[in-house]
């Protein structure tokens, strides 16, 4: 007997989803809160599916559940099965324009301060159905989302490309200082961190590609750093140029571009060895076909980054 479309009808229903659940999570609990679904009936499900296909999906540890070589390729059925939905709706929902939609982006902090913001709020003018989602993460955590479709589009600052992650768009991305108007380094064109060192200077934390680069240059150069802040929020880094005349801190044109553009900042390019070893990178994920309203984005966002200049 051919049991084929009977397991095929079996990968298709609420099993399915939960099992999907559970991989991205990593733990049957943590499905559990997210999908507000007892865990016993989570377990119940993924056993009903072990059982059907006669294996394990699953490798159990201390640490989490982690899927076996056959769940793997059942992560990788189920994610395009809900890639192809999705789509399939959102088609149908614009087929006489694009009157709905939804586009989930995963940025790094840089990006969400000003300039996506205002990149949405054009976008939206453009296609007012659209509805755009936000999530602000470290570097890795974009990517991931992208890699688990958590989000359609990755914007960060990268040194190398991940497998699997589709290079939409590509422009270097050097660092610089970010400072006052009026500040005494203001009127240089470029300047090097030795110079950079004598104020005081606010600087994020060591997770980020800019705080990587700096230590790497400095230590290059054995140069004694002391920041008088650190901080994992982009936000307290500029207030303290805010507070502080004489205070400076390390970024990319892009994050303080609005900034400059309206006086309040001046951004000036640090020109010591590998300070311009990263790039803005766009992502999404390798095979996967993009929702129309994605695929519009993407040049939207593709436009507004071309405008971005080095200086």
């Keep these: 007997m051919n049991r084929t479309p009977l397991i095929a009808r079996q990968l ?24 507000s679904v007892a865990g016993s009936a989570i377990s119940r499900q993924i056993a009903q599916l072990e059982d059907v296909l006669g294996t394990a999906l699953f490798e159990r540890h201390a640490r989490g559940m982690v899927p076996s070589a056959a769940g793997e390729l059942l992560a990788t059925h189920a994610l395009k099965s809900a890639h192809d939905a999705e789509r399939v709706v959102q088609e149908i929902q614009s087929l006489q324009g694009m009157r709905r939609g939804r586009v989930r982006i995963a940025a790094t902090e840089g990006f ?25 993460h470290a570097p890795g955590e974009c990517t991931r989302r992208v890699l688990h479709s958590d ?6 600052m990268s040194r190398h490309t991940e497998k699997d992650i589709k290079v939409e768009h590509l422009q270097p991305a050097p660092l610089g200082a970010a400072m ?19 104020y005081p200077i606010a600087l994020p934390e060591a997770d980020t590609t800019v705080r990587q680069l700096f230590d790497i240059a400095c230590s290059r150069q054995r140069l004694a750093v002391e920041p008088t802040l650190t901080s994992n929020y982009i936000g307290a880094l500029f207030g303290f140029l805010r507070h502080r005349e004489d205070g400076v801190t390390v970024c990319g044109l892009i994050s303080v571009r609005n900034q400059v553009d309206r006086g309040e900042l001046a951004f000036v390019r ?5 300070l311009d070893l990263r790039n803005i990178e766009v992502q999404t994920l390798i095979g996967r076909t993009q929702p129309k309203a994605a695929q519009a984005f993407l040049e939207h966002l593709r436009e507004g980054l071309s405008g971005v200049g080095l200086r």
């Design 12 to 35: 298709q229903d609420t099993a399915l989803r939960y099992f999907l659940e559970v991989v991205r999570c990593g733990s049957i609990s943590e499905a559990s809160a997210r999908l």
């Design 151 to 156: 989000a359609d589009i990755g914007i960060v």
């Design 270 to 274: 640090l020109r010591d060895k590998g």
């Design 112 to 136: 969400a301060m000003e300039f996506l913001p205002r990149l949405i709020s054009e976008f939206h003018q453009l296609h007012p159905g659209v509805q755009c989602h936000l999530s602000v």
């Design 180 to 198: 006052r108007q009026g500040h005494p380094l203001s009127r240089f064109r470029q300047i090097s961190l030795s110079q950079l060192l004598a």
